[in-house]
């Protein structure tokens, strides 16, 4: 029998080469173990097609099926209409139990204990029938609630200090900065002999005071620096140089008003006299300045 067409031959499986990437996959996947999943994951891919393709959704009957009909359907959602109640939001009967103050009126009369709050002063009421200890009186409020009336308490009573170093009423008190200034001065004469005078301590120099005296005034004490608590001093015109450590607070060409610090002794020249003056402010301290009546 003669053959039509081509002769077809079998390939050689031996002599195919499979590629180097197949084969670097395959040995990789055998050397950690991971062909039977990966045989598992080939499985799921293609049985899962065919798994849902033969799940069929389930059919729904229509909405008209039934022997009520329509009308005897039950409805798939319900609407609740509830009556309001306009009682429970009004103000009057929902503070009922309260009672209204009087917020501007004193309501502690008796001083505080010690430890503890300021106790309350307590009155009897008169009731409408004029007896003591009833019912506080109520006054009627529109919707047909009452509200109670709390009386009006006394007024406060003003008792006298009582202990040491009590301040009467009335009576204003009024405070100052006062320095202990120790103040020593020296000279040269005209045959050139110099004289030193002792150190004198001025106790309680209270702003403004010309120091050392009214009629050599070399500088002013004017209390203490707001900021710092520190001495301020107004120096003179006649000052010609000042020697020592403070901060100049005031003056370009010459220093006007000076900050000094305590125990720090700061030396001014008095250039009519030509003598030197050595102020040092030992302490300062809150003094009482006065007392003034209301």
């Known amino acids: 029998m003669k053959r039509v ?36 994951i080939l499985v799921a891919i293609v049985a899962v097609p065919f ?5 069929e959704p389930e059919s729904t009957p229509p909405p008209g099926v039934g022997s009520g009909g329509p009308a005897n359907a039950a409805p798939a959602s319900s609407l609740t209409v509830v009556e309001a109640q306009p009682g429970l939001r009004d103000y009057r009967r929902r503070l009922d139990h309260r009672s209204p103050t009087d917020p501007f009126r004193q309501r502690y009369t008796g ?8 106790e309350q002063s307590t009155s009897t009421s008169t009731s409408p029938s004029g007896g003591e200890g009833g019912a506080p009186p109520s ?17 406060p009573e003003t008792s006298p200090p009582s202990g040491d170093g009590g301040v009467p009423t009335g009576e204003l008190r009024l405070f100052t900065f006062a320095a202990d200034v120790r103040i020593s001065s ?4 005209a045959d050139g002999k110099k004289e030193k005078s ?14 050392p005296s009214p009629k050599a005034q070399v500088v002013t004490f004017m209390g203490i620096s707001p900021k710092t608590r520190k001495p301020l001093f107004l120096i003179s015109d006649d000052v010609e140089a000042i020697f020592g450590e403070g901060k100049c607070l005031s003056g370009s060409e010459s220093c006007q008003l000076l900050e000094v610090d305590e ?14 003056y050595k102020l040092n402010v030992l302490k300062v301290e809150p003094v009482l300045k006065g007392r003034f009546e209301d």
């Open 5 to 40: 067409g081509p002769e077809l031959k079998m390939p050689d499986l031996k002599n195919v080469k499979v590629p180097s990437f197949l084969s670097d996959l395959y040995h990789d996947l055998a050397d950690r173990r991971l062909l039977p999943l990966v045989a598992l």
């Open 51 to 55: 798994l849902l393709g033969e799940s």
């Open 111 to 118: 001083a505080p204990s010690s430890g503890g709050l300021p």
């Open 139 to 155: 006054s009627a409020s529109p919707g047909g609630a009452s509200t109670p009336v709390e009386p009006a308490p006394p007024a």
């Open 186 to 189: 020296a000279r040269t004469t």
């Open 198 to 211: 002792e150190p004198e301590v001025r106790r309680g120099v209270v702003p403004p005071t010309a120091l």
């Open 263 to 276: 125990q720090m002794p700061i030396t001014f020249v008095h250039e009519p006299t030509g003598t030197r």
